[in-house]
């Protein structure tokens, strides 16, 4: 016998297409994704785009103020702070794209399988509770500290603190979908566990799970940069945006830019990677929509 199909209404192909119509008509939300696309695409390409090399130092120009020369000036061994935040952004964007994606992987995987394996949900949930005991900040100094400094030890971190929260919502959603009149069908007609799970449970809740992680991605660059302005991250003279704001921070006085404008870069992302969360939560949950 034929395991039921998994209906959708409208089709995935059209909801796609309804959710990306209704975002391009969003002008915050569309302003939000020009802008973290363009500083995504800068960050990428880098090597072309930089005027200068990042590591470069010039001694004849510490602590320059902005110009036509260097747009965002030198810091104080003479370096171009364009160029740096360029490979800086990269550098940040790496770390919180790797610990929403590896973290979102694993909390999801963790809260379907507390929900579908009822045995298994009281040993996870109390792992869950005991990771989410310990702060990110707090992970990344532990981290650091056996390990050592290092942007692997920030990713570590971030997929360490990401886990709980995601392994929260997807529990909760998945609990839902286990009630839907299609997974008793499933059992039924002896459908396996594996594609309960994947084509009835994970996928359901793939589209919550985004959600989450698109609000949460903001969080993330932030602990990220906090762990670089601690020194938990990149170490000179490699660049990344945290580190940069703490390399200035001796200079507020004589040379502010080099503090301000990578921490301007890191309100940009934020607040960008924000409000484009909040227009996807708006279009994707549907209690909002009533």
Same mark, same amino acid.
């Given at each position: 016998?034929?395991?039921?199909?998994?209906?959708?209404?409208?089709?995935?192909?059209?909801?796609?297409?309804?959710?990306?119509?209704?975002?391009?008509?969003?002008?915050?939300?569309?302003?939000?994704?020009? &802008?973290?696309?363009?500083?995504?695409?800068?960050?990428?390409?880098?090597?072309?785009?930089?005027?200068?090399?990042?590591?470069?130092?010039?001694?004849?120009?510490?602590?320059? $103020?902005?110009? %036509?020369?260097?747009?965002?000036?030198? !810091?104080?061994?003479?370096?171009?702070?364009?160029?740096?935040?360029?490979?800086?952004?990269?550098?940040?964007?790496?770390?919180?794209?790797? %610990?929403?994606?590896?973290?979102?992987?694993? %909390?999801?995987?963790?809260?379907?399988?507390?929900?579908?394996?009822?045995?298994?949900?009281?040993?996870?949930?109390?792992?869950?509770?005991?990771?989410? $005991?310990?702060?990110?900040?707090?992970?990344?100094?532990?981290?650091?500290?056996? &390990?050592?400094? #290092?942007?692997?030890? &920030?990713?570590?971190?971030? &997929?360490?603190?990401?886990?709980? !929260?995601? $392994? /929260?919502?997807?529990?909760?959603?998945? *609990? #839902?979908?286990? #009630?839907?009149?299609?997974?008793?069908?499933? /059992?039924?007609? #002896?459908?396996?566990?594996?594609?309960? *799970?994947?084509?009835?449970?994970?996928?359901?809740?793939?589209?919550?799970?985004?959600?989450?992680?698109? @609000?949460?991605? %903001?969080?993330?660059?932030?602990?990220?940069?906090?762990?670089?302005?601690? =020194?938990?991250?990149?170490?000179?003279?490699?660049?990344?945006? =945290?580190?940069?704001?703490?390399? =200035?921070?001796?200079? @507020?006085?004589?040379?502010?830019?080099?503090?301000?404008?990578?921490? +301007?870069?890191?309100?940009?992302?934020? +607040?960008?990677?924000? @409000?484009? =969360?909040?227009?996807?939560?708006?279009?994707? !949950?549907?209690?909002?929509?009533?």
């Amino acid at each position: 016998m034929s395991s039921p199909a998994l209906t959708v209404s409208p089709s995935g192909i059209e909801r796609r297409n309804s959710v990306l119509s209704r975002l391009a008509r969003d002008k915050v939300a569309l302003t939000a994704a020009i &802008v973290l696309a363009t500083i995504a695409l800068a960050a990428l390409f880098a090597p072309l785009i930089a005027p200068y090399d990042p590591y470069y130092t010039d001694l004849s120009k510490p602590m320059q $103020a902005p110009d %036509g020369e260097h747009w965002f000036g030198t !810091d104080n061994t003479g370096r171009d702070i364009f160029s740096r935040v360029l490979y800086g952004s990269r550098n940040t964007l790496i770390m919180a794209l790797a %610990g929403v994606l590896a973290g979102g992987a694993l %909390g999801g995987a963790l809260g379907i399988a507390s929900a579908f394996y009822r045995r298994l949900d009281p040993w996870i949930m109390r792992l869950v509770d005991i990771m989410l $005991a310990f702060p990110a900040i707090l992970i990344g100094l532990s981290v650091a500290a056996i &390990v050592g400094p #290092g942007i692997e030890s &920030v990713i570590i971190a971030l &997929v360490v603190s990401t886990v709980p !929260d995601v $392994a /929260r919502v997807a529990r909760g959603s998945a *609990i #839902g979908i286990m #009630g839907q009149e299609f997974m008793e069908a499933g /059992r039924a007609v #002896g459908v396996s566990n594996g594609a309960l *799970i994947w084509r009835y449970l994970t996928l359901n809740c793939i589209s919550t799970i985004s959600v989450f992680l698109t @609000l949460r991605f %903001g969080q993330v660059i932030l602990v990220g940069s906090a762990l670089g302005f601690l =020194g938990m991250g990149a170490q000179p003279p490699e660049a990344e945006l =945290g580190m940069m704001a703490a390399q =200035g921070r001796d200079f @507020l006085f004589m040379a502010p830019h080099i503090a301000t404008i990578p921490s +301007l870069v890191i309100l940009l992302i934020v +607040l960008a990677a924000n @409000l484009l =969360g909040d227009a996807v939560r708006d279009v994707l !949950d549907p209690r909002l929509q009533q």
